[in-house]
């Protein structure tokens, strides 16, 4: 499997900035734990993610929104694995100030952060390929 995804609500512990925008770092967060199931299936072990080439924020994140984060292993090297990760906002949460407690479904999830890295599993850590 070259794929994983998570889906998660952002909460008010995530918000950073005021009117509860939530800060870039929780998406790296996701990303991270995105390539952490990715190693573990592709190779067994968590690994380390060594660097980031390119990190991109595309749309705001407030708390009550559902992101979903996905990743794929692009490249497999002796190694490193390289990955591409997209964050999409499926539920836009706070849509009306009279009714806090009113969402939405996005009929089009909204692209809200793009990133790549590297991550490395050692050789001696490798357990399997699949």
Do not use: W
């Not at 009117?19 to 573990?40: C, P, Q, S, W």
């Not at 993610?49 to 990743?71: C, H, K, L, R, S």
């Not at 009306?96 to 952060?113: C, G, I, M, N, Y």
């Amino acid at each position: 499997m070259n794929e994983a995804k998570i889906r998660l609500r952002m909460n008010q512990a995530d918000a950073h900035y005021g009117g509860h925008l939530v800060d870039g770092a929780r998406m790296m967060a996701l990303f991270g734990d995105v390539a952490t199931e990715l190693l573990i299936r592709h190779d067994g072990d968590e690994g380390l993610f060594v660097a980031y080439d390119n990190v991109e924020f595309t749309a705001p994140v407030y708390a009550g929104d559902y992101i979903e984060a996905v990743g794929r292993i692009e490249k497999v090297g002796n190694t490193s694995r390289r990955m591409v990760f997209t964050a999409y906002k499926v539920i836009e949460a706070h849509i009306d100030p009279d009714s806090p407690s009113a969402a939405r479904v996005l009929e089009q999830p909204a692209v809200v952060a793009r990133a790549s890295g590297t991550c490395v599993v050692p050789k001696e850590k490798q357990r399997f390929h699949s």
